[in-house]
């Protein structure tokens, strides 16, 4: 067996240039082959199947250079198949991620939806699903809401998440997101206006069943609002508890518009912070 030195030399590479030629090629080859024969959509769906999720899809062709297209995919959940998609894409590209090359199932994600765009990266460890996000001006008035879902939210939002592990229960869990609206209107109570906020941002923490909200910054044509809290998830937003504190500051035309939302704090809003806390959907404030 050649010595390190012999294999460094010009001479040894140029008596094997051809063999080191063919061994060169036969790599691309098989990195093309394995790349454009690679089953995209079942390497997501098998990513997803331990959350209870599938992804669905009309059609699906080669993408340039490499990866797939899927047309019209649905998010679906694997306990109820027949309720409606939790969302929804236009178009959605799929290609391998980096940890394919080491032999851990990961896929990178493009994705068009609600008038904005979705990058994704989804990855396999063992039992342990990756999550990371980065969205960009998603319209939600353009994501369809449950008819039993009384508040209404309009407005366009972007955002970043990293998720360490996901999994299908709430105790199972961890990751950090940051999400940022523009032109907000959230509808709160039927029968009431709507809050209205220029620019919205909030940092979380999610860690099992508990959402760390370590920041909540506010500003519109109504009020200024800034907070923090915590939010302990329940199996549904009912069973949820809230924990947070909130400063309120009304503008001279938030006062008149919202005077009757205002009535039913427990102080009018001032520099005096409120403290809301009991269930998420009813919560009460002091």
Request: aromatic letters at 6%; charged letters at 15%.
């Amino acid at each position: 067996m050649p010595e390190l030195s012999e294999v460094l030399t010009l001479d040894y590479l140029r008596e094997r240039g051809m063999v080191l030629s063919y061994a060169i090629v036969a790599l691309v080859l098989f990195v093309i082959f394995m790349i454009g024969t690679f089953p995209y959509q079942e390497a997501l769906t098998g990513a997803l199947m331990p959350l209870g999720l599938e992804i669905a899809a009309t059609s699906e062709r080669p993408a340039i250079p490499l990866g797939a297209v899927l047309e019209n995919v649905r998010l679906i959940s694997l306990d109820h198949p027949s309720a409606p998609p939790i969302v929804q894409s236009e178009s959605l590209k799929l290609t391998p991620a980096l940890g394919m090359l080491i032999g851990r199932p990961a896929v990178n994600i493009r994705a068009d939806m609600y008038g904005g765009r979705v990058w994704a990266n989804v990855s396999r460890r063992g039992d342990i699903t990756g999550l990371t996000l980065d969205l960009s001006n998603i319209d939600l008035s353009r994501y369809p809401t449950s008819p039993s879902f009384a508040a209404t939210i309009k407005g366009i939002v972007s955002g970043t998440a990293s998720f360490e592990n996901i999994g299908p229960t709430i105790n199972s869990q961890n990751g950090a997101f940051t999400l940022e609206g523009h032109d907000l209107e959230y509808g709160l109570i039927k029968g009431f206006p709507p809050l209205r906020f220029s620019h919205l941002k909030t940092t979380c923490r999610l860690d099992q069943a508990t959402l760390r909200v370590n920041a909540l910054e506010g500003t519109g044509p109504d009020m200024t609002v800034s907070g923090s809290g915590v939010i302990h998830l329940g199996p549904t937003l009912a069973l949820s508890m809230i924990e947070m504190t909130m400063r309120i500051m009304p503008t001279v035309a938030g006062r008149a518009r919202l005077g009757m939302l205002f009535a039913f704090l427990p102080h009018p809003p001032d520099n005096r912070p409120y403290v809301f806390h009991g269930p998420l959907l009813m919560p009460q404030a002091n």
